[in-house]
Each structure stands twice: as C-alpha cells, then as structure tokens.
C-alpha cells in the first residue's frame, strides 16, 4: 500500500455558525481518522518527535496504540508524563515541536501527534466508565510539604509531578479559579472550560491540594512558606500587560488584551445581560499585535458583535508569532489583517471615546536582534483608521509582586525570576518556572520547566535537606 503523505483534515464548525457563539470550533477527529493516521506513524527507534516535546511524552508509544485502537493505554501512556493531555492537544505549538521533528515531516505532512493527543484524551473524557488512570496509586508516599505558587500549567505540572513522586503538594493560587491563562486567557472556543477543570480535577486526584483566593507575597511571603514547607516552586506568571506608551493609550475603550479577555472568560461579558458585566466594544474593533493573544482578542470581538475587525501589525504576515492555524481561522472568519502598520496615536470623540486610530505605514529592514526584518517607518505613510475600541495584545511581563515582596530573589531588568538550568532560584529550596522565568511564553514550555523543577525538588529533597 502507498505511504500517505497527508493528514486526514479535522472538521470544524461553519464560520457563519461559528463567530455567533463561543463553542468549540475545531471537531476533533473521528475513531476512523485517528487510526488512519496513527497508521503513518513509522515507530522508529530514535523518535525524534520526542526530543521535540518539552514533557517527554513517548509518541511513538502512544502512537503505536491508538493505530491498533486502543485509546485507553495510548492516553495511559500520555498520563505517564503529561497531566494536562486534553489542554496540549488543543493549544500547544506541534508544528513548532513535535511534529516539526517527526521524520515523516521531510517527505509529506508530520504525524498529527497533537490531534492524536487531543482524540485519545477527549475519548478518555466520553468514556468515564474507563477510570484509566483515577485510581493512581502513589507507590512511595513521602511526609515532605512543597509549596506550588500558581495554578496555571507551571504550576500543575511541578505539582502533579511531585504528587506522583509521593509528596504532599500545597498550591496557593490568587484567583477564586485555577488554570492561570488556561482559564482567564484563552478563550473558550480554543479552549472550553470544562477541559481545563477535568484535567484540574486530574491534577488533584494525584492528591495535590488547591487552596484559591491566596495571593503569595500578601498572604504569606516566600520566606514564610519556606518555613513551613521543605520547598518552593513559583509558577506565577506573565500578566502585567505591556502597553505601546504612545499618546492617547489611556482613553476610553482601549484595552489590554488581558483585561478584555479576562472579563470576557472570568466576568461572562458575552452572556450580557444574563451575566451584568458587557465590555464596550461598538462595531469597530483594532486589535494591536500579532501573536496567538492578539488573534484570541480578535475573534472574540467578533463574537461580541463587532462587524469590522483589524488586526494591526507592524511586521509582515511571515513573521507573526501566532500559530498558524489561528490565523487561518481568523482570517477565514473575517478579521483584517493590516500588517506593516504601526498605531502611533490614538484621537477621541467628545465624550473622551477612542474615535480612531492613527497609523503609519511600516516596511521591512535589515534583521533585528531577534533575526526579524525590522520594521521602519515609510515617511509621510499616516493614515487614520476609524474604530469604537482598541485591544492592545503586545505581550506581557512577569507579575511583579513575588519578585518585590522577596529581596533575595535575584531577577532580570524586566521581572523574569533568574533561574539555572534546573529551574533553581537565587534561593537554596526556591525553583521557578514557566512565564515568571521567561516572559510570554508557552503551555508546553511552562509545563516543561514545571517537569524539571519537579525533579530537581525531588533530587535537592533526596540528597536530605534539614
Ligand atoms: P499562568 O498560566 O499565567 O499561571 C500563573 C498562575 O499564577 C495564575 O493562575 C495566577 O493567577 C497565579 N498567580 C500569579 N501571581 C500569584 C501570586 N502572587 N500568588 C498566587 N498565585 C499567583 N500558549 C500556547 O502554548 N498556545 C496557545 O495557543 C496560547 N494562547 C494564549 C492565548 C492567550 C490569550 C494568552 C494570554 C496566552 C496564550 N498562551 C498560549 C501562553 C500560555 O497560556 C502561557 O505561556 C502559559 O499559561 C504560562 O503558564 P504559567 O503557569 O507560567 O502561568
Ligand atoms: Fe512516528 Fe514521526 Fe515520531 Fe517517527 S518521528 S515515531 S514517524 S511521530
């Protein structure tokens, strides 16, 4: 039989369906594409794929199941390193990890590792009578206490991990809910809630405590956790917006892609007026950036009614940082995308609302540190963009309290907690990981240093720590 080269495409709802509601939008694979293309995968000796995955999940392995049907050990061995396989299988960057490393990617398309992720994780949520992996048994239980700050991906990885390795995990979270980002970021469409709260749920069923509404470096300091628990891990993350600092940026109806989207997951601002709290948008929405937050903002204003959507982005469509089918997604629904343009100020109508954005034409330079063709200003290119409300999606930095309420916690100019290769604070006991180390970043890369804080914990405890 021929190699096929491609994939079997996944379904997805109807734009015209779609962009009313704020259901799921891709489908997930039938049980019939699932096998199929688990059948492309090769099993080779040395998967490369794996060496791609920051939580080390053995594709290959879990692969060679699902091509012969069987979902429940395919998501068990999932389980075995990556708690939060429903979330991955929907959100992560495959194309960027994974499967940009799989060797079938040189002749044809990629195993789909990160839709096969998905499906066996979705059948093991429709099939609850499995119990796949509910009743975990921790082998080696230990009288340790670790102490997790946050809730998000960092979090729950470090935490599950060390649950698993038989410790007793504390994660205090500032929120009323858990999930960080996962929660109050990504929006439902991508990402529906109920997943995120299944997979909490696993986390806890590993025997991991979550105590909400505890905001560290209030409550308690790091300092004082540490002299209740043997170690801490901070997965706090990135959510101190960045804003462009140009004139006009404090108006009426400008945002922060944070603060929108968090009133949009958090407040239910769609469901108004069962749920009181709309956020103002009008008909005109710009949404400044161009990375996956950026994309989010955009369709979510289109769910909220908007009828016209900009995307405006100073580099080309080359060097956006959104995955690529997002934008797909977001250019199929109707979003404009405007690329090499730059706001630089915004005017106001006479009520104090943003009337319109002004812009200036950008084109690409020589490369810039990041190896991007910068972009510069075209002289004389102004022109003025008529909206009701601006997002500004430009990114993040780390959130600042921890760092200010803990003098001996060395981090950079810009906030990220500095850290070893073993994800080791400036403090003995004190690990950090995800986006209070890095910025901005990603769920599998918070999950992968919540992998490896956990088992530098797990190494600093063994060694016997007074
Ligand atoms: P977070 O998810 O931010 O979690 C940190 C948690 O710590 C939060 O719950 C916070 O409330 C809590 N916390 C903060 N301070 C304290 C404190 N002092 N005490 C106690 N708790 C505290 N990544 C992808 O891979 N794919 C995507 O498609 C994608 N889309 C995104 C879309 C949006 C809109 C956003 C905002 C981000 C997106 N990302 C995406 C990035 C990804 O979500 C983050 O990189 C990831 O969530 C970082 O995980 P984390 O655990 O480090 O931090
Ligand atoms: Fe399968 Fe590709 Fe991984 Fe090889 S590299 S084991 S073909 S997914």
């Known amino acids: 039989m021929a190699e096929k080269k491609s994939r079997p495409k996944m379904s997805e709802r109807p734009v015209a369906e779609r962009i009313r509601d704020f259901e799921e939008v891709p489908l997930g694979y039938t049980v019939e594409q699932a096998i199929e ?3 492309r995968c090769l099993q080779c000796k040395d998967p490369k794929c794996v060496a791609g995955c920051p939580v080390e999940v053995d594709i290959s392995g879990f692969l060679g199941f699902v091509a012969k049907g069987d979902f ?15 979330i991955c299988g929907r959100v992560c960057p495959q194309e960027d990890q994974c499967e940009l490393k799989c060797i079938i990617g040189i002749k044809g398309e990629p195993v789909a590792v990160g839709n096969l992720e998905r499906f066996v994780s979705d059948y093991e949520i429709q099939n609850p009578k499995s119990e796949i992996l509910n009743k975990f048994q921790i082998l080696n239980p230990k009288s340790e206490k670790i102490a997790v700050v946050g809730s998000g991906p960092a979090g729950l990885t470090c935490a599950g991990d060390l649950a698993r390795l038989g410790y007793q995990v504390k994660v205090f979270e500032s929120l009323h809910v858990t999930g960080g980002v996962l929660t109050y970021g ?17 986390v806890k069923s590993l025997g991991v405590e979550i105590e909400t509404d505890m905001l560290i470096g209030n409550v308690y300091t790091v300092e004082e956790l540490l002299k209740e628990y043997k170690a801490v891990f901070i997965g706090s993350g990135a959510g101190l917006p960045k804003f462009m600092e140009i004139p006009g940026e404090n108006m009426e109806a400008i945002y922060s892609a944070n603060e929108y989207l968090f009133r949009v997951n958090m407040m239910k601002a769609w469901k108004f007026p069962e749920y009181l709290t709309p956020v103002k948008i009008g008909k005109r929405v710009a949404v400044v950036g161009g990375g996956n937050v950026a994309m989010d903002a955009a369709r979510v204003s289109l769910r909220l009614g908007a009828k016209e959507v900009y995307i405006l982005y100073r580099r080309s469509h080359d060097e956006m940082p959104a995955r690529k089918e997002e934008i797909k997604r977001a250019v199929e629904e109707g ?3 405007k690329i090499l343009t730059l706001p630089i100020e915004y005017h106001h109508n006479r009520e104090g609302w943003v009337s319109e954005v002004e812009c200036i034409q950008m084109e690409l330079g020589e490369p810039d540190a990041s190896g991007r063709r910068r972009p510069v200003p075209i002289p004389n290119s102004n022109f003025r963009l008529p909206v009701d409300a601006v997002v500004v999606a430009i990114g993040n930095d780390p959130n600042p309290l921890i760092g200010k309420r803990t003098p001996q916690l060395k981090t950079e100019k810009w906030g990220g907690v500095i850290v070893t290769q073993d994800q080791l604070t400036s403090i003995p006991g004190v690990y950090a990981g995800g986006d209070i180390v890095r910025g901005a970043a990603t769920v599998i890369s918070a999950m992968g240093d919540g992998k490896q ?8 405890l063994s060694k016997g720590v007074e």
């Open 453 to 460: 804080a956990a088992k530098a914990i797990h190494s600093y």
């Open 186 to 202: 990504i929006p439902e469409f991508r990402l529906p809630k109920r997943i995120v709260n299944l997979e909490v749920e696993y």
């Open 335 to 337: 979003i404009v995308f």
């Open 37 to 39: 293309e688990a059948k």
């Open 72 to 86: 429940e050990s395919a998501v068990k061995k999932i389980k075995e390193t990556n708690s939060l396989p429903a």
